[in-house]
């Protein structure tokens, strides 16, 4: 779990941000009134006593920023635990950018969040969901055995690994952004001509 430094008794356990650093998602926990207190504070000018940054601090005392941007982005959704739990009234709260529940067609664009374990069970089933990802995207039809050429041949220009950025993910979370631009249909016209992408599986 990392606190937050910017107020007391509100904890997180998972955070996704862009390459800039930027709020994309958040898992907290924590009092409703506290919760409600740092959203409100992310739409408040600093002068106002509001944030335009928070700061997440892990158990070896490191701050890892945490920047919000245009607050009016984010969307909160709440859950409120049994009030017969050890900890009283306790609230899970996720704020995020809804880009990561909905692919952006316009810019062919989608982002893939996942609970990580290390486990070579939920890589497999990230990279299934990368190529969903791909399929929905892609301006041009990709059969389903084309997924290890295409993904070979395009992965380094189509997927950000956020892990592999300034600002990687924190706790137990994986994250990446799937981005099909105008080089992709040309490659994969090229695979065909060149006989890597065939009819038969």
């Known amino acids: 779990m990392f606190k937050i430094k910017e107020l007391f008794d509100i ?3 998972a955070c996704v941000r862009d390459e800039a650093g930027n709020l994309v998602f958040l898992s907290l926990y924590g009092r409703d009134t506290v919760i409600q207190q740092l959203y ?6 600093a002068t106002e006593g509001g944030f335009d940054q928070i700061h997440l601090v892990d ?4 701050q890892h920023p945490v920047f919000l941007g245009q607050a009016d982005r984010l969307t909160k959704i709440s859950g409120r635990f049994p009030r017969a739990n050890l900890f009283g009234n306790l609230v899970h709260t996720w704020i995020y950018d809804p880009v990561v529940t909905r692919p952006d067609m316009v810019n062919r664009a989608a982002w893939l969040l996942a609970e990580d374990d290390g486990s070579d069970a939920v890589k497999t089933a990230f990279d299934v ?5 791909y399929r929905q995207l892609s301006p041009v039809p990709l059969l389903d055995h084309w997924q290890a050429p ?3 041949a395009t ?6 690994s ?5 600002y990687p993910p924190l706790g137990r979370v994986s994250a990446c952004r799937v981005t099909i631009g105008e080089h992709f249909a040309p490659m994969v016209s090229r695979l065909v001509r060149d006989g890597t992408l065939t009819l038969e599986g």
């Open 11 to 13: 904890f997180t356990d």
């Open 40 to 45: 409100a504070a992310f739409y408040l000018k």
């Open 59 to 62: 158990d070896a005392g490191r």
């Open 129 to 133: 969901r990368v190529w969903e990802a």
């Open 150 to 152: 295409v993904v070979g």
């Open 155 to 160: 992965g380094h220009a189509c997927i950000t």
């Open 162 to 166: 956020m892990a592999q950025t300034p």
